[in-house]
């Protein structure tokens, strides 16, 4: 069983960056495949933001976040990340990574082993 552990959120201007951390334990993410981003703001749902194939990197984005946010993988330590730039106020919400079963997917029911979250918060 994959253990998530989301890492990196914080307060920042809108403009600025961050780059969110995602490291598993009791199972490495080659075991896996694939790794998804999605996060939830209040009183919303959760929804899609990227996802990586462990084996070659490879990367698709939800269309609110593409060309600012790109997501990355470090097999030696076994943890993704999520490099956020060009923030906007509406991108604060808490961050979630997961375990992805179906490529392609931006479904929630295709992800699971869902890591705590970490808060992201833009100010304007």
């Known amino acids: 069983q994959v253990q998530l552990v989301e890492s990196g959120g914080g307060l920042v201007q809108a403009g600025g960056s961050l780059r969110l951390s995602c490291a598993a334990s009791?199972?490495?993410?080659?075991?896996?495949?694939?790794v998804g981003w999605f996060r939830q703001a209040p009183g919303k749902e959760r929804e899609f933001v990227a996802a990586?194939?462990?084996?070659?990197?490879?990367?698709y984005y939800a269309d609110s976040v593409k060309g600012r946010f790109t997501s990355s993988r470090d097999n030696a330590k076994n943890t993704v990340y999520l490099q956020m730039n060009s923030l906007k106020p509406e991108d604060t919400a808490v961050y979630y990574c997961a375990i992805g079963s179906r490529w392609g997917s931006r479904t929630r029911a295709d992800f699971g082993s869902w890591g705590q979250g970490t808060q992201v918060t833009v100010s304007s």
């Open positions: 990586i194939r462990w084996g070659d990197g490879t990367t």
């Open positions: 009791g199972r490495t993410f080659s075991f896996y495949g694939m």
